[in-house]
Structure formats: C-alpha cells, structure tokens
C-alpha cells in the first residue's frame, strides 16, 4: 500500500471511529517524568476502567518526545510552549517554587532576598531549557533576577527533587510536586514573598485531520484531575 492508500485508509478509520464516539485502540502518549507520575498515570488508568476494551502506552520522559505523525496521539507539556505547527490546548498552571531542606535553610542563615541566593548551593534540574537563571518578582513590581552556580546538575526533575530532601542544596521545583513534602515539612518554601513566572500544562496534538475520540475522552479525565488537585 503506497502512502496515499495509507493515509486514505487511516482517515477512513479515524472516521468511522469519530461517528462511534467510543474510544477505542491504544492511547499513546507523552508525558515529563515527574509531572506524568504524578498526573498523568491516574488519568490514563482512570481512562482505562471507563473503557476497559481500550489499551494505552504512556511515554514518561523529562526530555521532550518529538511529536510525530502516528507516534503519538498526545503530548502532555509542563512549561511555555516554543512557536509550533501542532496543535494546543491549555488545560491547567503551576508555579514554580524555590525550596530546600529546613535543616539546609538552618545552617545557612537568613535568606530574605534573591541576592542571598548567590553563596548557596544550587542543584540544577538540566531538563530545563535554563536551569540555572531565574526571575523573581514581587507584588509591589519589585524585580531580581539570579543566576546560579550549580553545586549539582541533575537530568531529571523527579531526581532534583530527592537531592534537595537530602539537603544537597536549594533548586525551583513546580507546586505539584511538592504540596506534601512541604505540609510535612521536609521541604521549606524560600523567599515566600517573591514568586518565580507561573507556567502552563498543555496537551499538545498532531496536526492530523480526525483526532479519535480516545484522546478527547483522555484529555477530559485528565483536566478532571487538575481541577481537583488544584481544589484540594
């Protein structure tokens, strides 16, 4: 079957899957490690108990999946989107919070400004574009910008995150991740009154003409999930 066929016979079953508008087929998609453990795992398997006849094959990686025609039916990003031919859809935010262990905080004095920040050891999470220059800002407009020398640099944010709960040194970590250990407190919020650009969680589309129901009901249970992690 040449290509033409292919993509023929692909849409004609796209198609017919859209009139059932009953997912079905594998769900394949991408997601960051950290934030698809945590988010997207219980998503994908509360898609599975509605739809038992489905299957699905997540994808959790810190380094972004290329999102190739037929490889995927969604990615999940956490961040700000670069300028793309995919198509998008905002689903949810989070912020980004600077923390380190108390006991780390103890040791190193009073931090009460970004300029504090430059003594202290830093790990940075290379998963991110820059990991290691940061822009603080307070309600009053006040603005500071930091730019670290990482004592440690590690690959992946999930890793970062049992670095600073061994007291390696301070990093920024997004708020889902660390509601826990933060109410515990085995991790500290730093400098509470300067807040770090919000981010945004997309699903992220091929730029295929028919998208299965599969994905749509996927992406509705996971903005479930959102709404009620952000209400608890």
């Not at 898609?47 to 994808?59: G, T, V």
């Not at 689903?91 to 009073?110: C, R, T, Y």
């Not at 028919?210 to 952000?230: D, N």
Request: net charge negative.
């Amino acid at each position: 079957m040449n290509d033409g066929a292919q993509a023929e016979a692909h849409d004609s079953f796209a198609e017919i899957a859209e009139a059932s508008n009953r997912p079905q087929g594998t769900l394949r998609v991408a997601a960051p490690n950290d934030y698809g453990t945590i988010m997207v795992v219980p998503a994908v398997a509360e898609f599975l108990r509605r739809y038992p006849d489905c299957h699905a094959d997540l994808r959790l990686n810190d380094r972004r999946v290329d999102l190739l025609e037929g490889e995927l039916d969604v990615s999940i990003r956490v961040g700000w989107l670069a300028d793309s031919s995919f198509k998008a859809r905002r689903m949810g935010s989070f912020n980004q919070l600077l923390v380190a262990s108390p006991n780390l905080l103890d040791s190193l004095g009073k931090v009460s400004s970004p300029e504090d920040l430059a003594t202290l050891p830093f790990v940075a999470n290379t998963a991110l574009p820059d990991p290691t220059s940061w822009s603080f800002s307070r309600t009053d407009g006040t603005e500071a910008k930091f730019h670290a020398g990482p004592s440690l640099s590690i690959d992946t944010t999930q890793a970062v995150h049992a670095a600073l709960l061994r007291g390696a040194g301070i990093s920024v970590l997004p708020d889902f991740s660390v509601p826990a250990d933060l109410a515990a407190g085995h991790l500290a919020h730093v400098l509470p009154k300067w807040s770090l650009p919000t981010g945004g969680i997309f699903a992220v589309f091929p730029s295929a003409r028919f998208r299965p129901p599969r994905v749509a009901q996927f992406t509705e249970i996971l903005i479930e999930g959102i709404s009620h992690a952000r209400n608890d």
